[in-house]
């Protein structure tokens, strides 16, 4: 994923501390160093999911088949009125263990009671940028976004760096208009980014009309939020002009193929985004509108959405929907100076597929493999900031029976109350 899109067969990567210091053919070993065999395997940058809501891993299927608004409105928010913060902590180790054993070593989250968030991001070893997600319908909103201020401050930079926080309303419909100023400039002050959904249904684009008296994007940009770096989930219903307007003020579009299927949101013009010059990244959203976070298996549907959607099978090949995954998500996130590449002098987040098993052989071509063939399940050896956190598709510091159980008592908890529950 670099410049070029160099695949070097028989190759080896080289990794000190937490960075990348040798990309390139195959040699012998460094002395004194650890050697893992990569023989079968392949290499690629650790995906990254940039957009996801990590704790809601505990309502996966709790409410399926219904519209976005009465299914949030309905199901989803008054079961999250039960979420306490200790609920999330387990949730988001859930999440961070289901994307390390897929091949995904960074997320992008938008949730509540974000301290918990960080403490499940440093005792997994995932990478990720955390966001308070700001809901102006929830009592006590302009606290929230204080509070959500403040663990930007101090947790932006933590773990060494394997952290960093984002500004997250929820959408522009959700959050009152003096809490959005107060977003716009915290996030200037601050040097942050905006983690916001936009654009996502027809519904979406008539409410923030009615409000704003103008379209998502353009209400945006009139706010001056395009004035500050902002990661947009969605972009399902944007007009030429919009797309101008998101790839004049480098806007990080997220696509979010299976969200926008299972909620028939629409589809997003990914390709005419990118032509225009769009940055695109790739995401699963939350896991109730997935229902997993598998970015393999988004990689293939964001492929395939653009063909039957474009009536053209060369709209997004298998390898512009690999730099979705990859480089167009570490440059949505600001971070395409330090992942989405395996480049020298970037981090060491680095995934090993097992191209061995049936379903992968004979290996013609192996971005094809990884695209249209592959699936989470073949992340053999995963590493991030240059630790192997999953061997031989093991969590090597996770304990996968507690988190386990601490979820499916969690989540029953959380869906009693609630119609359907
Ligand atoms: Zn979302």
């Known amino acids: 994923m670099n410049d070029d899109r160099e695949c070097i067969r028989d190759g080896f990567v080289g990794i000190n501390g937490r960075d990348l210091v040798e990309v390139g053919p195959s040699r012998d070993g460094l ?7 990569g023989c079968g395997r392949v290499v690629t940058p650790g995906l990254i999911n940039a957009h996801t809501h990590c704790a809601m891993t505990l309502l996966r299927g709790f409410a399926d088949d219904m519209a976005l608004e009465p299914w949030l409105q309905e199901k989803i928010w008054p079961a999250e009125r039960g979420v306490v913060e200790e609920d999330v902590y387990w949730g988001t180790l859930l999440g961070a263990l289901e994307m390390l054993l897929s091949g995904t070593t960074t997320f992008n989250d938008q949730y509540h009671f974000f301290e918990a968030g960080g ?3 440093l005792d997994s070893g995932i990478r990720a940028c955390l966001a308070g997600a700001l809901l102006g319908i929830l009592p006590g909103a302009p606290e929230r976004l204080e509070r959500a201020i403040d663990f930007c401050r101090e947790w932006n930079g933590a773990a060494n760096g394997r952290i960093r ?9 959700t959050t009152p208009l003096p809490l959005l100023k107060r977003v716009r400039d915290a996030a200037g002050e601050l040097g942050l980014a905006v983690h916001t959904h936009v654009a996502e249904t027809d519904t979406e684009v008539r409410d923030v009309r009615a409000l704003f008296g103008a379209t998502p994007v353009r209400a945006l940009e009139q706010l001056g939020l395009l004035d500050v770096p902002v990661v947009a989930a969605h972009c399902v219903k944007v007009d030429d002009e919009e797309i101008g307007l998101l790839a004049a003020h480098r806007v990080g579009v997220c696509h979010c193929p299976t969200s926008n ?3 028939a949101s ?16 790739l995401g699963t959203d939350g896991a109730c509108s997935n229902n997993n976070l598998d970015m393999v298996e988004e990689m293939r549907l964001a492929a395939l959405l653009q063909k039957v959607a474009t009536g053209d099978p060369t709209a997004l090949p298998a390898c512009a929907a690999l730099a979705l995954a990859t480089r167009g998500s570490a440059e949505a996130l600001g971070l395409g100076d330090e992942i989405g590449q395996l480049t020298p002098g970037r981090r060491a987040d680095v995934v090993l597929w097992d191209f061995t098993r049936p379903h992968l052989t004979p290996t013609h071509e192996v971005v094809s493999h990884l695209v249209y063939s592959a699936n989470g399940a073949d992340a053999h050896t995963v590493i991030v900031d240059g ?3 999953v061997r031989n598709r093991q969590a090597a510091q996770l304990d996968v029976d507690r988190i386990r159980g601490k979820c499916e008592e969690t989540g029953r908890r959380l869906v009693a109350g609630v119609a359907g529950g």
């Open 165 to 173: 926080t984002m500004l997250g309303p929820h959408a522009l419909y």
């Open 31 to 37: 002395s004194g160093a650890t050697e893992l065999d």
């Open 387 to 389: 630790k192997v956190v």
């Open 261 to 263: 299927m299972k909620l």
């Open 266 to 281: 629409g589809v997003a013009p990914v390709t005419k985004m990118l032509t225009r010059g769009v940055t695109v990244a």
């Open 119 to 121: 403490r499940a991001v």
